[in-house]
């Protein structure tokens, strides 16, 4: 007599009982997918499309046609730095489909498609289209895009170098002067790609036991591939100790060094970002020095959507969010009400962070920056310290100083900075422009999605509970669990659409800030319109008693005073931001 073995299956519902799998679920345990009619996505076998081939084509189409739009925009001097905010947000979305979660498959369709900003293998179903393809060979694919992208970036300098020297005899010192612009574009590359790297590189470390366990330890949930004992991840695991130093830890980390070392010139140029939107010698060469200027072509896209003061370090922190999820996603997967968990506390603190610290930087702030640099490098001044906002104050000054396309040395510096801080906006065309701009908040806009995004979180531990999950009670809350689906989806839906009239707004006003500010004039009041455009210069009069009285900040606490351990007295720091202000 033979006594019979029972083995758990990953994911559960791939075994039917009776030593047979579900539909599109085949081999020892039921661990794999049919191959060439089923393909692996989010650790489920979904049923391979009808024209596999059609999905690549589709996905190059895309990817020539949102290259092309950048390419475009990018010529037209559009800056469209808030889709990296959209970005973000759809990513963190799409890694909700890998928790053990039993989504509804309105949601789950959702959670696909969003997976394309996670540059995700699995939605184009190589599986399917060749039928050959393992896990092993998708790993490296994805880990190797970082290096084809570094290939691809070396190519095109060393084209353009031999280019520059033997077509156009450029001078030696600025053939490669190209190379910064292809640092940027590599950044961008690490930073969109940051998140899927992270996730598989810890598919590698990922081993857990099944349910219920059988005393061995699968990697990423998949009981063909056991730890440490099987040849799969036995070949994988150094490749991902050197992804995990290379990929996970070094990216941040190096990013970080770069702008805590040159954080002066991060404040800088961020300084210079705001002064241009009034005066355009500051998008120049020479107005910027050569320093800055060279910085900015380099690295710029780590830290040009943030304030002076928070630029230095809060791509950082994005960047540990990140990570912090993709762990959670896989680390914890096993236990899902605890990974849904975690990762809501993830999700909130970054919530708390962004509507505590407002680190973004729009165009409606870049006067409110200029006179929060003037009012400090006023007070530093005042009190005879040596700050940051002194130091940049005093180099701009020589550098108008030394350098004026009339030859004169007129002060134009301190006339544009202090137009900015004053700007009179009681003209109907710059009031209207002036609310225009108001309309996409990148702060208000982050504020937004991260909460929709943590009630994303919370649907999810909602469908685990056994109110959903008891056969018995589900009976019962069917209707429920229905609503509470098209009322998760209607959320996501809503947050994209909302994304998207926003960014199409915001590249509508850059390139015509005036057509924009006519149609926004015709849907609001022109009191309201003069009013946002007074709160927004800080000329309201709630916003001007808080800088005389040296409060904590401007139009809400967008510009915090840091005040000096060398004051004498509260009398004296008062008396001196008041002169300060009143010179502004």
């Not at 959209?86 to 789950?108: E, H, S, T």
């Not at 912090?324 to 993830?346: K, N, W």
């Not at 870049?366 to 001044?381: E, F």
């Amino acid at each position: 007599d033979e006594c019979p073995a029972f083995a758990p299956c990953e994911p559960k519902w791939a075994c039917l009982g009776a030593n047979l799998c579900s539909e599109g679920y085949t081999a020892e345990r039921c661990s794999q997918c049919v191959q060439g009619k089923y393909y692996r996505i989010n650790g489920e076998c979904e049923k391979c499309p009808d024209q596999p081939w059609l999905i690549f084509v589709l996905f190059f189409l895309a990817a020539a046609v949102l290259s092309f739009a950048a390419w475009m925009l990018n010529a037209r001097q559009v800056n469209i730095a808030f889709v990296a905010i959209g970005v973000d947000y759809f990513q963190v979305l799409a890694l909700f489909a890998r928790a053990r979660v039993r989504w509804p498959n309105i949601l789950k369709g959702l959670f696909r498609w969003l997976s394309a900003f996670n540059l995700n293998i699995e939605l184009a179903a190589p599986e399917c289209a060749i039928p050959e393809v393992t896990f092993s060979l998708k790993w490296f694919l994805v880990m190797a895009l970082p290096i084809t992208a570094a290939g691809l970036l070396m190519s095109v300098f060393s084209a353009s170098y031999v280019y520059k020297t033997f077509i156009k005899r450029v001078a030696a010192k600025d053939r490669s002067s190209h190379a910064h612009a292809l640092v940027s574009v590599f950044i961008v590359m690490m930073y969109v790609g940051y998140l899927t790297l992270t996730r598989m590189t810890l598919d590698v470390f990922n081993c857990a036991p099944t349910d219920p366990p059988d005393g061995n330890l699968y990697m990423s949930g998949m009981t063909d591939v056991i730890c440490f004992e099987s040849d799969v991840h036995l070949t994988l695991f150094p490749f991902g100790l050197v992804a995990m130093v290379v990929y996970v830890a070094a990216y941040p980390l190096l990013s970080l060094l770069v702008l805590r070392k040159n954080k002066l010139i991060v404040k800088r140029d961020q300084v210079c970002r705001a002064l241009a939107a009034r005066d355009p010698r500051y998008k120049t060469r020479e107005y910027m020095t050569e320093e800055v200027w060279l910085f900015r072509r380099k690295y710029n896209r780590l830290y040009y959507l943030f304030r002076p003061g928070k630029a230095s370090y809060w791509i950082a922190l994005i960047l540990l969010r990140k990570f912090l999820i993709a762990f959670t996603a896989l680390m914890f997967r096993s236990t899902p009400s605890y990974q849904l968990a975690f990762s809501l506390l993830v999700m909130f603190g970054a919530y708390a962070l962004q509507v505590r610290n407002l680190p973004y930087m729009s165009p409606s702030d870049y006067d409110r920056t200029v006179r929060h640099h003037l009012l400090q490098a006023g007070i530093a001044d005042t009190l005879h310290t040596r700050s940051d906002h002194w130091r940049i104050r005093e180099e701009m000054s020589a550098v108008e100083e030394a350098y004026n396309p009339g030859g004169a040395r007129t002060g134009a510096w301190r006339d544009a900075a202090l137009g900015a801080a004053v700007a009179d906006l009681e003209e109907d065309k710059a009031t209207n422009v002036s609310f225009a701009m108001f309309l996409v908040d990148y702060n208000a806009v982050e504020s937004v999605l991260l909460a929709c995004g943590v009630l994303v979180n919370l649907s999810g531990i909602m469908f685990l509970s056994n109110r959903f999950n008891d056969p018995e009670l589900m009976s019962y809350y069917t209707e429920e669990y229905d609503q509470l689906a098209i009322a998760v989806a209607t959320l996501i839906l809503l947050s994209c659409i909302y994304f998207g009239l926003l960014l199409a707004f915001e590249v509508f006003f850059m390139l015509n800030p005036e057509r924009a500010a006519w149609c926004v004039a015709l849907c609001t009041s022109r009191t309201k319109r003069e009013k946002m455009a007074k709160k927004i210069s800080g000329e309201d009069d709630k916003t001007k008693a808080r800088v005389s009285a040296g409060g904590s900040g401007l139009a809400g606490g967008d510009i915090h005073m840091q005040q000096s351990a060398a004051m004498s007295s509260r009398a004296a720091s008062e008396s001196g931001q008041a002169e300060v202000a009143g010179g502004i």
